[in-house]
Each structure stands twice: as C-alpha cells, then as structure tokens.
C-alpha cells in the first residue's frame, strides 16, 4: 500500500524551529517528487514548497522563503522540511505530498504546483506556534 507518513509536528514557541519528516512507501520513490503544504483553520490548503529540478532545487512560497528548508534522503525515502524562524501565522496542519516527479518538478521551475497535481497524500502534522 501507498504510504506518505507525516511527522515531526508539535508546539513551539516563536521564533522556535521543527523538522517534519515525510517518510514514503510502496511506490517507486524516484518517480515521484514530494512537496509541502499546510492548512490553517478556515483556509484553503496552501503549498509552501516544492523541487524544482532533479538536482534538489526547490521554490518556497513567499510566506516562508528564507526561514524554511527541504532536503530528501533517497536511501531513507523521506523527505524534510526544516522550519525555522517560526512565527504564530505558521500555525497548521503540515501535509505531505506525492506526484509524478517530472511533471511536477517542470512545474515547480515556474511556480508552485496546485494540490490536484498530487497522487498521494500524507495524514498531517500540526504545527502550533505560540506567541
């Protein structure tokens, strides 16, 4: 079975840091690239990263560039994103993501991609940031 396993999540105060960890399973981890999105209370799911080419570049929304990093372990097949610089507004429920990874890193040269471009998802990890 697909599997995307979000964790990592938890309470922090601002300014704090977190690593989520997005751990895959039963697919080919190499044809699929993974993002990053969130989800605020009374929000729309929002994506905050995702690579952009098969060398590991990766986009960031305008709300998080510069405080938020993702990298991928292909041995581990898992992918993180490292929050730092937290503020209260980053506040949500993290998911993990997983699409066609040619698709979506041609996609993501140019911009974020939407969630309807994705195959699998991951269950969510909340993330509260006190202030």
């Known amino acids: 079975d697909v599997q995307l396993q979000a964790s990592g999540g938890g309470l922090v105060q601002t300014g704090g840091s977190l690593r989520l960890s997005c751990a895959a399973s039963?697919?080919?981890?190499?044809?699929?690239?993974i993002s990053w999105f969130r989800q605020a209370p009374g929000k729309e799911r929002e994506g905050i990263s995702c690579f952009s080419s098969s060398d590991g570049g990766t986009r960031f929304a305008d709300s998080v560039k510069g405080r938020f990093t993702m990298s991928s372990d292909n041995a581990k097949r898992t992918v993180y994103l490292q929050m730092n610089s937290l503020k209260p507004e980053d506040t949500a429920v993290y998911y993990c993501a997983a699409g066609d990874r040619k698709w979506i890193t041609s996609r993501c040269e140019r911009s974020l991609v939407g969630p309807d471009e994705y195959d699998y998802w991951g269950q969510g990890t909340q993330v509260t940031v006190s202030s």
């Open positions: 039963g697919f080919t981890f190499v044809d699929y690239t």
